[in-house]
């Protein structure tokens, strides 16, 4: 293959990353927003943010089943891009809460997988080369970044009702870039014995890797309340559209450095990642604890600054981790099984911390 062939295979990619990871910073931050505009309860915004962490208990493992068995990881992030656009279109055009429940089950059945489906896209077209996870994942951060920045001020004027047709127009671009991912040629594929799903599940009983899940599972419940609750509590401090889209611009920005950093001083080697994900897991807990003392919107924006040491760091090095745990053959699900690890607080506590969490009270805080 020619060198310029190469690089515009990966510069495509590098953009599809930029779109897609543009597309969650569309959904999840303005989310609770948005539900609360359409007169939804506390309990109720609790729950509904719930169902995400459920459906993909069962989703995930059968999606990167699905891939590993297929062999074909563009068609499944396709299939899965399509899906969550068709499901987000139906969530934001209905309005009683049992179908927007259906609709949010829906849209977390086919989104839940996309990134680490995503990531395997990325290791399937770094391997055997000399580049590195993070030169292709700053640009999801960056993507992210940009487009959260100019979400803010779009959203507050166009107003939180239209946020259905802002989100729809970037899946579909990103769509129509996942149609030019490259995928290899059937030829240089090796052959393999089919896979079951028996087998993929197993990637779960390997010591090792299922006390990997267990100790990320606890970092990112804390992470999972930050994400789906921090526009609520910038609104609660005072905060418009644009100070939540700042809040999450500096948080992402500032990954971007951090990568190319990472990729060039890190080692891919296990007692390596050890130690950066510890390091990860302490910057955590200095953050989740200065965001109890916050009082303004300036304090989340300077506080999100800590994002990219103490996030950066973990999805960095938990996402090479996973491959260097995992079997080749069941990458895809490894990678699946560990977004699994992301799942939130089960329903009954969400709700609880919903109320807790929301109400306009005084000095009640959401961390």
Not at 104 to 127: C, D, H, K, R
Not at 146 to 166: N, T
Not at 253 to 278: C, H, T, Y
Request: proline share 4%; hydrophobic share 55%.
């Amino acid at each position: 293959m020619k060198v310029s062939s190469e690089r515009f295979i990966y510069f495509r990619l590098k953009l599809f990353m930029f779109f897609m990871y543009g597309t969650i910073a569309l959904f999840l931050p303005f989310l609770p927003l948005y539900l609360q505009h359409n007169g939804f309860s506390p309990t109720e915004i609790g729950v509904l943010l719930t169902i995400g962490p459920i459906v993909a208990i069962f989703s995930n493992p059968l999606w990167g089943f699905f891939s590993d068995r297929l062999q074909n990881i563009k068609l499944t992030l396709l299939i899965l891009i399509a899906g969550a656009f068709l499901a987000s279109q139906f969530l934001y055009h209905v309005k009683t809460f049992y179908l927007v429940f259906i609709g949010m089950m829906l849209y977390y059945f086919f989104n839940t997988a996309i990134n680490p489906i995503n990531n395997s896209q990325v290791f399937q077209t770094i391997e055997n080369t000399e580049l590195r996870f993070g030169s292709f994942r700053l640009w999801g951060s960056l993507g992210y970044a940009v487009i959260v920045l100019a979400a803010g001020p779009v959203i507050e004027s166009l107003g939180i009702g239209r946020l259905g047709w802002v989100y729809g127009t970037a899946m579909l671009v990103a769509f129509g870039l996942g149609l030019m991912l490259h995928r290899p040629p059937a030829k240089a594929k090796k052959r393999m014995q089919p896979i079951t799903f028996r087998e993929s599940a197993g990637v779960l009983l390997q010591g090792k890797f299922a006390l990997f899940l267990l100790a990320s599972l606890f970092i990112f419940i804390p992470n999972a309340i930050n994400a789906q609750y921090l526009s609520l509590f910038v609104e609660d401090l005072g905060g418009t559209e644009t100070s939540i889209g700042w809040s999450m611009f500096v948080a992402a920005i500032l990954e971007v450095p951090l990568f190319l950093l990472l990729d060039r001083f890190s080692k891919p080697n296990g007692a390596s990642m050890i130690n950066l994900l510890l390091a990860a897991t302490g910057v955590f807990a200095v953050r989740w604890l200065l965001m109890s003392f916050a009082t303004a919107p300036f304090h989340i924006i300077l506080i999100q600054l800590l994002h990219s040491v103490s996030f950066g760091f973990y999805i960095y090095t938990a996402a090479q981790l996973v491959e260097y745990l995992t079997d080749r053959s069941l990458r895809a699900s490894g990678q699946t099984m560990y977004a699994l690890s992301k799942a939130r607080l089960p329903w009954r506590s969400r709700a609880l911390l919903a109320d807790i969490f929301m109400k306009r009270s005084g000095r009640e805080r959401f961390f």
